[in-house]
Nanobody, 115 residues
Framework: QVQLVESGGALVQPGGSLRLSCAAS????????RAWYRQPPGKERELVAR???????TYADSVKGRFTISAVNGPYTVYLQMNSLKPEDTAVYYC?????????WGKGTLVTVSS
């Protein structure tokens, strides 16, 4: 089992920045990918950014150029730096870890972008 704990969610004004963190614990060996998803109010969950164990990132078109995913200590701690935030970025953000083809999920952290 892999346990994931997100932190960093907050209320922020449009145009502001925020950094989310997610720490992995438990059976963390052989994690080969980490990702951030989000679920806006009343909408389906969507992939925001993903990073593989070799450090290769991918992003949803809606966040390219504004968000950056990074990992330290290998894949065990992952960050999502969010800049130029927009109201449509409001969502619960979840981090995931992929290990042997199975996805593990955190409980989520709320990001609200509003003036």
């Amino acid at each position: 089992q892999v346990q994931l704990v997100e932190s960093g969610g907050a209320l922020v004004q449009p145009g502001g920045s925020l950094r989310l963190s997610c720490a992995a614990s438990g059976s963390i060996f052989s994690i080969n990918a980490r990702a951030w998803y989000r679920q806006p109010p009343g909408k389906e969950r969507e992939l925001v950014a993903r990073i593989t164990s070799d450090g290769s990132p991918t992003y949803a078109d809606s966040v390219k150029g504004r968000f950056t995913i990074s990992a330290v200590n290998g894949p065990y701690t992952v960050y999502l730096q969010m800049n130029s935030l927009k109201p449509e970025d409001t969502a619960v953000y979840y981090c995931t870890a992929t290990r042997y083809g199975m996805n593990y999920w955190g409980k989520g952290t709320l990001v609200t972008v509003s003036s």
